[in-house]
């Protein structure tokens, strides 16, 4: 019986330390934010962050999908709306978090943890955009380049912000029939 109670405090700590680091990473940045302060802010000595991850760029990833949980559960709760609104929705939940976006971009040729993670989340994001276009009655021809150009889109709206309604019509325009 003490074994599971160690093992749920175990989890316990160590969605605490996940909590902590969401917020840091998110309004400080991950750069900003060294193990030590994110111990001190978790109320943790320095070396228990590594009795959980091994390193910093496993406590992004653990803020990462912890993120997109969190997003995801938000995504699939939205009502009917179309494509462009919902390519609008995710555009602005990306840019809330543009801190974590940027870092994912700046880490990946130094760590293949955050790499791997990029990869997982380029292949969800682009699967679910294709079912979104194709239950938008999107010709299938057109899909595969859409998809792309939806992604690009994205990503260059996060490094170059615009006004919403903008936004709006770029995403419009994206999946005009």
Not at 86 to 99: G, H, I, P, Y
């Amino acid at each position: 019986m003490a074994r599971i109670k160690r093992e749920q405090d175990r989890d316990e700590k160590r969605d605490e330390i996940v909590a902590v680091a969401r917020v840091l990473f998110i309004e400080e940045g991950y750069e900003a934010t060294s193990i030590s302060r994110l111990a001190s802010t978790a109320g943790v000595a320095p070396n228990t962050i590594y009795w959980y991850f091994k390193d910093k760029d496993e406590v992004l990833v653990a803020v990462l999908d912890a993120e997109l949980s969190a997003r995801m559960s938000e995504y699939l709760a939205l009502p009917a709306m179309s494509p462009a609104e919902r390519l609008l929705w995710v555009a602005n939940n990306l840019e809330r978090v543009s801190r974590l976006v940027g870092t994912v971009h700046s880490r990946l040729a130094q760590s293949p943890v955050i790499n791997t993670w990029h990869e997982r989340f380029h292949a969800l994001s682009e699967e679910m955009l294709r079912l979104e276009l194709q239950q938008a009655g999107i010709a299938p021809n057109k899909i595969e380049a859409l998809v792309k150009i939806s992604v690009f889109t994205i990503e260059g709206l996060l490094a170059h912000p615009l006004p919403e309604e903008q936004k709006r019509a770029i995403c419009n325009a994206l999946v005009a029939n």
